[in-house]
Nanobody, 118 residues
Framework: QVQLVESGGGLVQPGGSLRLSCAAS????????MRWYRQAPGKERELVAH???????DYADSVKGRFTISRDNAKNAVYLQMNSLKPEDTAVYYC????????????WGQGTQVTVSS
């Protein structure tokens, strides 16, 4: 059974930083694309950042220059470094990964709350 577990969320003041982590566990053959999504209250879930297995990245316009996605393939982990946080970044952040086990499919973490407020 593959699981994705996020950590690192919390309360931070505007302009502050947080680093989210997401680790995959279970019987895993390989992990392909990895992504971070977020969902604010009353809004649809949106893609924040994506990283390929080879390390290519892309970002939502709203976070470009402030957020950095990275991964450690040896640890089956993905990270999101969030700097210069704004109140509008407040949301539940979800890790997503396209994982090959005995089958290949998308997996989701349980979500971690990020609150940006003074």
């Amino acid at each position: 059974q593959v699981q994705l577990v996020e950590s690192g969320g919390g309360l931070v003041q505007p302009g502050g930083s947080l680093r989210l982590s997401c680790a995959a566990s279970g019987t895993i053959f390989s992990i392909n694309d990895m992504r971070w999504y977020r969902q604010a209250p009353g809004k649809e879930r949106e893609l924040v950042a994506h990283i390929s297995r080879g390390g290519s990245t892309d970002y939502a316009d709203s976070v470009k220059g402030r957020f950095t996605i990275s991964r450690d393939n040896a640890k089956n982990a993905v990270y999101l470094q969030m700097n210069s946080l704004k109140p509008e970044d407040t949301a539940v952040y979800y890790c997503n990964a396209y994982i090959s086990t005995w089958i290949t499919k998308d997996y989701w973490g349980q979500g971690t709350q990020v609150t940006v407020s003074s």
